[in-house]
């Protein structure tokens, strides 16, 4: 049974960084591609970023280009998520997911993902 488990939230203040991590376990994510999504309070949850199965297409929603980077470590298993230039609209519980199929672009679409975890809170203050 695939698990995935989030950690690295916390609060901070405006302008600050974070790095998430998502830890897989159950089986190889080797081929699988990787997600990041968040949902603030009283909103939908929203794609973030994501990275393909083959680790060579990365997509980022609009609002944090240039500020959130994904990467990660096939040997351990986990993906990454730093966080830049934090502002208080990034508050947000953050769940990171992972998609079975191997599109050649990460898929933003919530429905797609096949195992989730259980969220990191991030909260940051102005």
Same mark, same amino acid.
């Given at each position: #049974?695939?698990? /995935?488990v989030e950690?690295?939230?916390?609060?901070v #203040?405006?302008? *600050?960084? /974070?790095? /998430?991590?998502?830890?897989?376990?159950?089986r190889?994510?080797?081929?699988?591609?990787?997600?990041?999504?968040?949902?603030?309070?009283?909103?939908?949850?929203?794609?973030? @970023?994501?990275?393909?199965?083959s680790?060579?297409?990365?997509?980022?929603?609009?609002?944090?280009?240039?500020?959130?980077?994904?990467?990660?470590?096939?040997a351990?298993?986990?993906? $990454?998520?730093?966080?830049?230039?934090?502002?208080?609209? *990034?508050?947000?519980? $953050?769940?990171?997911?992972?998609?079975?199929?191997?599109?050649?672009?990460?898929?933003? @679409?919530?429905?797609? $993902?096949? $195992?989730?975890g259980?969220?990191?809170?991030?909260? @940051?203050?102005?």
């Amino acid at each position: #049974q695939v698990q /995935l488990v989030e950690s690295g939230g916390g609060l901070v #203040q405006a302008g *600050d960084s /974070l790095r /998430l991590s998502c830890a897989a376990s159950g089986r190889s994510l080797s081929n699988y591609g990787w997600g990041w999504f968040r949902q603030a309070p009283g909103k939908e949850r929203e794609f973030v @970023v994501g990275i393909s199965w083959s680790g060579r297409s990365t997509v980022y929603a609009d609002s944090v280009k240039g500020r959130f980077t994904i990467s990660r470590d096939v040997a351990e298993n986990t993906v $990454y998520l730093q966080m830049n230039s934090l502002k208080p609209e *990034d508050t947000a519980d $953050y769940y990171c997911a992972a998609d079975r199929h191997t599109f050649s672009s990460p898929s933003t @679409v919530i429905q797609d $993902y096949d $195992y989730w975890g259980r969220g990191t809170q991030v909260t @940051v203050s102005s």
